[in-house]
Structure formats: C-alpha cells, structure tokens
T-cell receptor, first 112, second 115 residues
Framework: SQKIEQNSEALNIQEGKTATLTCNYT??????LQWYRQDPGRGPVFLLL?????KEKRKERLKVTFDTTLKQSLFHITASQPADSATYLC???????????FGGGTRLMVKP | DTAVSQTPKYLVTQMGNDKSIKCEQN?????MYWYKQDSKKFLKIMFS???????INETVPNRFSPKSPDKAHLNLHINSLELGDSAVYFC??????????????FGPGTRLTVT
C-alpha cells in the first residue's frame, strides 16, 4: 500500500543550526510534493511545493529537495530560530481524486 | 480577513447525537475539503468537493456527509456520533484539485469531543 513516512521522533536542535527533516514515500511516483507547518491548536499552513522535475526549491531560509529515485524529500531550515518550532508535514497527492495524503509529521524544537 | 473559517471551534456532545460543523472560505476557490486529525496527530483526508464532483475517502463511514449550499461553503454533518469520532476536524480549500499541485488553505479546526 502507499505510504508516507516522516520521523515521528521530535527533532531538537540549537538556535542557528540547520534543521533537516525527512519525508519518505513508497509505491508511488508523485508529480508534486508539498510541505506544511502546523502549530499547536492551529491548522496546517502551506510552505513549499516542489515538482518532480525540480531537484531543489528555496524560499527564504527554507529549502526542499525532491529525489524521485530515492523516493525522498528533505526539508531544511537554515539559521533556525525558536519561532521555527512546530510540526512539519509533507503531503502527496495519492489515490482517488488526487486527494492530499499527509505524513505523520515531525516536531521540530529549536532551543535558544 | 480570515481565509477559511470554521464554526464552532469546540463541540462537546453525547454519543448518538447528530451534529454539524460549518466551513466558509472567502478565497474564491473551487475545491473544498474536510480532514480529520486524531489524537496521534495523523491528518487524514475525508472528502474532496468542487462544483463538479464529490470524492469520498473510502474509509469514511457513511454517517459523515458533506453538504455544500454554495461554492464558498462546505458543511460537515455527522449522524449517530460515536466515541471514536472525537478528533479535530479541519476544513480546507484550494484553487483546484489538480495532481497535488495546488496549495491548500486550512481553517483553524473544530475540536469534537464525544462523551
């Protein structure tokens, strides 16, 4: 069956360092992959979308890579700040109607 | 201006009751969605709806039904509520469904507690 996996353990890093989050998927070849941020008690907020023919995409301190051979996307936050602490979700269009399927999310904690 | 809004924010009810959650978007989007986020924080799609088609995730019980009075609204009706329905429900919208190439805008969520 189709599956999207993110590291369920929280990622703790020091302020100023680069955070790297992983999203792995199986049994599918998506044309697009999306990343969202979710803060406690709030809905997810869209961050970045990357296409299968794009190896890398950047937005300010954020960078996403998409390796369709490894079936993996990496999400990087450079010069991390405590305000970056949140849960980060990756999502792919899978199944009927291309509805988005989300990974379980990785909680990032940036310590000052 | 709130892009996607939901009411109520909290809903506490007893088993067997019927309840509705309302959703409105002012983005002019053609497609709206309902998601369920359980206690383990997994966010699962329930429905995708635009003015052409309703797509239902096959795992959703038929006690759940979306109703769209117009393009800007997609309400969620739940009949005969069960304990396992307790979760946070999110409404979302996007310009179109596409192939996962349209970003989605989420509402603030409705926390449903069934006792």
């Amino acid at each position: 069956s189709q599956k999207i996996e993110q590291n369920s353990e929280a990622l703790n890093i020091q302020e100023g360092k680069t955070a790297t989050l992983t999203c792995n998927y199986t049994n599918y070849s998506p044309a697009y992959l999306q990343w969202y941020r979710q803060d406690p008690g709030r809905g997810p907020v869209f961050l970045l979308l990357i296409r299968e023919n794009e190896k890398e995409k950047r937005k300010e301190r954020l960078k996403v890579t998409f390796d369709t051979t490894l079936k993996q996307s990496l999400f990087h936050i450079t010069a991390s700040q405590p305000a970056d602490s949140a849960t980060y979700l990756c999502a792919l269009a899978l199944g009927a109607g291309n509805m988005l399927t989300f990974g379980g999310g990785t909680r990032l904690m940036v310590k000052p | 201006d709130t892009a996607v809004s939901q009411t109520p924010k909290y809903l506490v009810t007893q088993m067997g009751n019927d309840k509705s959650i309302k959703c409105e978007q002012n983005l002019g989007h053609d497609t709206m969605y309902w998601y369920k986020q359980d206690s383990k924080k997994f966010l699962k799609i329930m429905f995708s709806y635009n003015n052409k088609e309703l797509i239902i995730n096959e795992t959703v019980p038929n006690r759940f039904s979306p109703k769209s009075p117009d393009k800007a609204h997609l309400n969620l009706h739940i009949n005969s509520l069960e304990l396992g329905d307790s979760a946070v429900y999110f409404c979302a919208s996007s310009q179109d469904v596409g192939a996962g190439n349209y970003e989605q805008y989420f509402g603030p969520g409705t926390r449903l507690t069934v006792t």
